[in-house]
């Protein structure tokens, strides 16, 4: 079963806009983190946020964490048409496993 | 990526063949790990690795075997490939941060997998 869902499923947007992409998941945690993944690849990871962390930046990638929700967000801004691809967002539990659960994924279309 | 290689790339194979894949690693990490990948379930886990020899069930290990020998290599094998295990198969591995947390996750490109 998947630990939670993302939302939306796709979103188109025009170059230089801002994405936002959320993830709500149902157990307890240790970390969330996001993937990207183009077309034909393997994940790549973007980055990671503690269970004791509730914001984090990289780059252009904006992470969000609330705990109390169990809910995340990522946003991208001012996108790029490189930045089309599907974005997942993964949960590691508690157990030291390096397990992940992984939701179903946004669909980001970046229009030049 | 990351010293990360799946073999085969593709594969078309009939339904009651045994089918093995292979995951290669030059990171000398611990764990390793094989999803399959199908439209509207993401990534699901299918077995893992922490160590040589260890081995332990995932989300969905049912009709799918593993074996890990050395450190590099991870072989998942489908004893009697069903049409339900057409997917798209990715290998991963993850090391340890100094604190001992786990790394974040390498894959590979994965194995697109047909079974006709």
């Not at chain 1, 939670?4 to 806009?17: H, K, N, V």
């Not at chain 1, 709500?24 to 970390?31: E, P, V």
């Not at chain 2, 764990?31 to 989300?59: A, C, F, N």
């Amino acid at each position: 079963s998947q630990q939670g869902e993302e939302d939306p499923q796709a979103l188109s947007i025009q170059e230089g806009e801002n994405a936002t992409m959320n993830c709500s998941y149902k157990t307890s945690i240790n970390n969330l983190q996001w993937y990207r993944q183009n077309s034909g690849r393997g994940l790549v990871h973007l980055i990671l946020i503690r269970s004791n962390e509730r914001e984090k930046h990289s780059g252009r990638l904006r992470v969000t964490l609330d705990t109390s929700k169990k809910s995340s967000s990522l946003l991208i801004t001012a996108s790029r048409a490189a930045d089309t691809a599907s974005y997942f967002c993964a949960t590691g539990g508690p157990s030291n496993t390096g397990k992940l659960i992984f939701g179903q994924g946004t669909t980001l279309q970046v229009k030049p | 990526d990351a010293g990360i290689t799946q073999s085969p790339r593709h594969k078309v194979t009939e339904t009651g063949t045994p089918v093995t894949l292979r995951c290669h690693q030059t990171e000398n990490h611990r764990y390793m790990y094989w999803y399959r990948q199908d439209p509207g379930h993401g990534l699901r886990l299918i077995h893992y690795s922490y160590g040589v020899k260890d081995t332990d069930k995932g989300e969905v290990s049912d009709g799918y075997s593993v074996s890990r020998s050395k450190t590099e290599d991870f072989l998942l094998t489908l004893e009697s490939a069903t049409s339900s295990q057409t997917s798209v198969y990715f290998c991963a591995i993850s090391g340890f941060e100094p604190d001992g947390g786990h790394q974040p996750q390498h894959f590979g490109d994965g194995t697109r997998l047909s079974i006709l």
